[in-house]
């Protein structure tokens, strides 16, 4: 197998450099606390092998952000959630150190705690764009601090200033919590691009990205392990990406609960979702 098999878009040379790249591709192949659908840990291997067939010239930015230097980093291995969060804020926090924007290719959510952990450390006052089917913020589930469902629970202890889009799935307990300011219920956003402006205005620089791949409709994303019916559609996402590029500063972002099947499609959604995301943070630097 080459080394540009294993590389996002297949990138070799100059392009895959660590030294010369701007982004870092991290994947971390856990899959230790999601509750329903098993397979979240296939996820990266399956978005990096989708991302060679893209295009590498991006029509709406008129771009080919390969060009800034996109490195691929050996996959995070782990055998508990505790091992998790060590791991990834510590290399995480190399690679900012570095100057690089890293990318988390998950894995279950919960593979963004740590990744969370060290960009607040790093980028003070920073301001986190949640997109997701759930509200993800137990204290606790099935145990552990740790699990999927308490991400943003965790995200709270590290900012203040969290931001969640598509939600329409939570419990009971996770209501009192809720800004109504930040909180963006999927049934209320549809048929109208206004919620769009709400959500940039509520942002503050720089911005970090969790983004669940069940925050789409399950129509065009049906390999996640906690499919919810009503999501989000392509042009709904990326509008808002886009629009969050052009006002404030992103920082990093992840990209989890793949769980690949036999249709591919959603592999290539999840590979184009990066490389359009990556396109319009360069376009607008």
Not at 16 to 39: E, H, M, N, R
Not at 167 to 178: F, G, K, L, N, Q
């Amino acid at each position: 197998m080459s080394a540009a098999s294993v590389n996002f878009c297949g990138l070799s040379g100059e392009y895959a450099d660590y030294k010369k790249a701007a982004a870092v591709i991290l994947p971390v192949p856990f899959d230790k606390t999601s509750t329903w659908l098993k397979g979240a840990d296939k996820g990266p291997a399956a978005i990096i092998d989708a991302s060679r067939y893209l295009e590498l010239y991006d029509i709406e930015t008129n771009s080919e952000v390969f060009r800034k230097g996109i490195f691929t980093s050996p996959p995070i291995q782990a055998t508990s959630s505790s091992q998790l969060l060590k791991k990834t804020s510590s290399q995480v926090a190399g690679f900012l150190k570095d100057g690089k924007l890293v990318v988390t290719l998950g894995g279950d959510h919960s593979v963004s705690i740590g990744v969370i952990k060290a960009y607040a450390e790093h980028y003070k006052k920073l301001s986190i764009l949640h997109l997701d089917a759930h509200a993800d913020s137990r204290e606790s589930y099935e145990g552990t601090q740790y699990n999927h469902a308490c991400v943003i629970a965790r995200a709270r202890e590290y900012t203040d200033n969290i931001v969640s889009v598509g939600i329409r799935s939570m419990d009971a307990s996770e209501r009192p919590r809720v800004d109504k300011k930040k909180m963006f219920f999927a049934h209320e956003i549809q048929g109208s691009d206004s919620w769009i402006k709400k959500v940039v205005g509520q942002l503050t620089s720089p911005v970090y990205i969790t983004l669940d791949l069940d925050v789409f409709d399950p129509g065009i994303m049906p390999s996640t392990g906690t499919p919810e019916p009503g999501g989000l559609n392509w042009y709904q996402v990326m509008n808002l990406l886009a629009a969050v590029a052009k006002t404030k500063k992103i920082v990093g972002f992840d990209l989890v609960e793949l769980c690949p099947g036999k249709d591919r499609a959603p592999d290539f959604l999840a590979a184009k979702l990066i490389y359009t995301l990556l396109s319009y943070i360069y376009v607008n630097a």
